[in-house]
């Protein structure tokens, strides 16, 4: 029997695609996000857990940003697949974490399931750490 390793047939490169990360996203008044809303997971930032949502863009480019308090609420794990459209009003200076102020958003999520949305898998439950390189503030 012949030990030798084969190797498999070369392929040209328009047989496969680069893949990147998501670009994480951080709102200002006036920033939005519009989409299909591909992933929700749990994540922590600096060993605090937080939940991470993913949205794919018009283009097929992704973006992930950080749940705040009124996107954990008004976002549910069932519009996984569903078109959204998030946009920061503002903030509620009535209600603020040392230097950070509440951030209000307008949240819509489209009435039907995208058809094939290309929904995220969630590997083994784990929570990934999210690090100063990869949020851009």
């Known amino acids: 029997m012949d030990n030798q390793v084969t190797k498999p047939a070369t392929k040209t490169e328009d047989e496969f695609e680069t893949r990147e990360l998501p670009k994480f996203i951080s709102f200002a008044e006036g920033d939005f996000v519009e989409g299909i809303l591909v992933g929700i997971e749990m994540a922590s930032v600096k060993g605090k857990p937080c ?3 993913t949205v794919m863009q018009d283009d097929d480019s992704m973006v992930a940003f950080i ?3 009124q996107l954990d609420r008004k976002l ?3 519009d996984r697949g569903h078109r959204v459209r998030i946009r920061c009003t503002g903030e509620d200076a009535s209600v603020q974490k040392g230097e950070n102020k509440m951030k209000l958003f307008e949240v819509q999520i489209g009435k039907k399931r ?4 290309p929904l995220l898998a969630v590997r083994d439950g784990s ?3 999210i690090g100063d390189d990869d949020i851009p503030f």
């Open 114 to 117: 995208v058809a094939n949305a």
């Open 127 to 129: 929570s990934p750490e």
């Open 51 to 53: 939940t991470r949502y």
């Open 67 to 69: 749940g705040t308090n």
């Open 76 to 78: 549910r794990t069932s």
